[in-house]
């Protein structure tokens, strides 16, 4: 279990850089595309932090932080 959380972990987090990146490269654009997309960015951006979070808390509860 610990290793397919391992790759979950790793595949939201990459996931997570790239919402991060296109946020703030969307920003430094400005214009009507950021303000079309930048909250949308954001909020997955929390979403993907927050499956982070819980994915992390449940392989140290499964045992997989030893």
């Known amino acids: 279990m610990a290793a397919v959380g391992g790759i979950i972990i790793v ?6 850089v790239g919402v991060l990146m296109a946020g703030v490269v969307l920003m430094g654009v400005g214009g009507k595309t950021n303000e079309k997309y930048g909250n ?7 979403w993907l932090q927050g ?8 392989m140290f509860a499964a045992g997989g932080g030893k």
């Open 11 to 16: 595949l939201l987090l990459t996931a997570l």
């Open 51 to 58: 499956m982070v979070l819980v994915m992390v808390v449940l």
């Open 40 to 46: 949308k960015l954001m909020v997955a951006r929390v």
